[in-house]
């Protein structure tokens, strides 16, 4: 009899337990817990955004650039009749010493290689009893000089604050001289010479002069008065007279 007592509390004891409803609690975080502050500081990404074609920015020509596109006419017209055939070899040599060469003799090897000439660069000037050393082979001497070259601003043009432009004019001229190495004799000598004339926003000179090159540099010319005053008085001119021809109308 007293054998099934323990297990009769234990079925009662389970039946309750599974009678009565469970209910589990659920908890929710509104946030978590808070990174430690960055002690190190920030540090700079690189980005690069480039412009797409209908946002490109107009800005002039440098003035370096410019006189390079100008030497770059110059020399290849005066080229256009020189006795130098595709295949020929020649050595290049300035003539007399110049800020410039160094820009004279990029011209000069792009136009030689157009031209399909090789050419065997000399930065120095070559003497005439060095003709014969330096051009063992026989290939001409091909000297080019600069006797200017430089940039000046010519005027001031528009009245409105901000659309003032400034004139500018390159001019690049020198020439060419073809010697022979063996008898030093001038074989050739042709003249180059070329200038073109732009505008840009006087807000932008900074953008088109360089430190580097003072010959490349010019003087803006001061506004005259008399330039300044003389539209003013056409436009008083003109403007009394339109009103004079209304005032005397029927």
Do not use: C
Not at 25 to 34: E, I
Not at 91 to 111: D, K
Not at 216 to 236: H, S
């Amino acid at each position: 009899m007293r054998s099934w007592l323990p297990v009769a509390a234990v079925a009662a004891v389970a039946a309750l337990v599974l009678a009565s409803p469970v209910h589990a609690k659920t908890f929710r975080y509104s946030s978590g817990p808070k990174p430690p502050a960055d002690t190190l500081g920030w540090v700079a990404e690189s980005e690069l955004q480039p412009l797409t074609r209908a946002h490109h920015p107009k800005v002039p020509l440098t003035n370096l650039q410019l006189t390079g596109l100008v030497a770059d006419t110059a020399f290849a017209r005066a080229l256009r009749s020189a006795p130098l055939d595709s295949g020929m070899r020649v050595i290049l040599a300035p003539s007399e010493g110049h800020p410039m060469n160094p820009l004279i003799e990029r011209v000069m090897l792009r136009q030689l290689a157009r031209r399909g000439i090789t050419a065997s660069v000399r930065r120095g000037l070559v003497p005439d009893d060095s003709l014969r050393a330096i051009a063992a082979a026989g290939e001409p001497v091909l000297e080019y000089g600069v006797s200017t070259a430089r940039i000046t601003y010519l005027r001031l043009v528009g009245f409105l604050p901000g659309r003032v432009r400034i004139e500018r004019q390159a001019l690049v001229e020198g020439g060419l001289t073809l010697r022979s190495p063996t008898s030093s004799a001038v074989l050739w000598v042709g003249e180059a010479s070329y200038n073109l004339v732009d505008r840009f926003s006087r807000g932008e000179l900074a953008l088109v002069e360089d430190e580097r090159f003072s010959e490349l540099k010019g003087t803006v010319p001061d506004r005259n008065f008399e330039k300044v005053i003389e539209p003013v008085i056409v436009i008083a001119v003109v403007a009394g007279l339109i009103a004079l021809f209304f005032q005397n109308r029927p």
